[in-house]
Structures are given as C-alpha cells and as structure tokens.
C-alpha cells in the first residue's frame, strides 16, 4: 500500500481497518488462531479539507452561462447544489422529490441514518425542477466520473484547487461559518452527532483570524 500504491496514511489505516474486521471474523469462525495484527495500532490523520469560497462558487455559477456539454453542465448542477446544503454524494444521488417539502429537505442520510431538515435557499431551488414523489431529483454519474468532470470544469476557471464532489460539503460548511452561521446549525444541517465534528472546519478559517488581527497594525 506505502510502496506500490502510494496511499496515503488514512487510505492506509482505512483498509487495516477493514482487515481487521475480517481478521476478528476469522478467529471468531475458527479459522485462524491468533490476530496477525494485534500490534498494530491504527492512526487517523486530519486530512486536507479543500473548500471554495464565495468568490470561486460564483466562477462556477458563472460557468453555467457558457457553452458546456450537457454533461459538465449537469456535473456542475448536482454539485453546486451541495455546495449550498451540505449534503453528501450518496444524499445527493438518492434524492428525490418527495424529500421536498416547501422549501425544505427531509431525508434520512444514507452514511449516518440521521434523520436531517436543510432549509433551501434561493441558488439551491433553481437547479429542482419538477416530478413525481419518487422520481429522483438529478442524474448523478459515479463518483469517479464526477470527480473527473469537475476536474475539467475546474480546470476552465482560474481555480487552483483540487476538487473532489466531497469538497462540497466542504464548501457548504467553512462558507457558512464565514457567513456567521452559528455553528451548531450547521452542524444540525450537516447531520454530526458530535460539534467537534463540525467545530474541525472552524480550524480551516485561520486566514480569518489573521486578517482580523490584522486590524491591531492601524493603531500607533
């Protein structure tokens, strides 16, 4: 994994995790006797958080007046939607219209099974449309396939980031906070059962903090 496939050390531990599991199994089951990796301590690293700001969300929204395949385009759609609710790729790809009600989302989140209410604003309810309850709100490609589209949609604008479709909840929580959303809302939204879970994005904003002490140099 460190050698062949250079991943990461989450990517790492993530699948030991996973061993692990079918390891405890084996012994449970009879087939192995003792636990090969019971020395072995898993260690989860804070991974880089990439986010877009207001700026680099209008770029993108501006892209949607150019000429764009229709397969960007609707990549582009699907995405800045959960830019501007939090929600993940999988709430997103299972998203249907009877999760509308008014102008709020009522779902089940399909990793947690949180039952969450995100309110709609305005630049989220144009990319709905209309149909039928179970009818499903956006054609989602895999998320490999999204990934790639969004690379290129990227790769159009002066955006020097690496997105991936999770930085959009990335985007929808750090922005929120900028905004002065009071954190435990956004943590409600995002469906955390945990505030330090939510309280990690308040760490991505230190350029804030910077530019706001930034206000002691005009004082002699």
Known sequence: MIKSLDNNENTINKTL???????HRAIRDGVIKQNPLKDYKLKKITGNREFLSLQELKILENL????????????????????????????????????????????NMHKTKERVSVPLITKAKKFLGEGFPEQRIFRVNTNQVTNRY??????????????????????FATVGIELGIPIEYISSILGHKDLKTTQIYTKILDYKKIEMMKKWEKYP
């Open 17 to 23: 995790s996973f061993i692990k599991v079918m390891v």
């Open 64 to 107: 949607l007046k150019t000429e764009l395949s229709s397969r960007h385009r609707n990549v582009l759609k699907y995405f800045l939607f959960a830019c501007y609710t939090g929600l993940r790729y999988q709430d997103i790809k299972d998203l249907r219209y009877g999760n509308i009600d008014q102008d709020m989302i009522i779902l």
């Open 150 to 171: 969004l690379k290129e949609l990227v790769q159009l604008t002066p955006i020097k980031k690496k997105i991936s479709f999770h930085c959009a909840r990335h985007t």
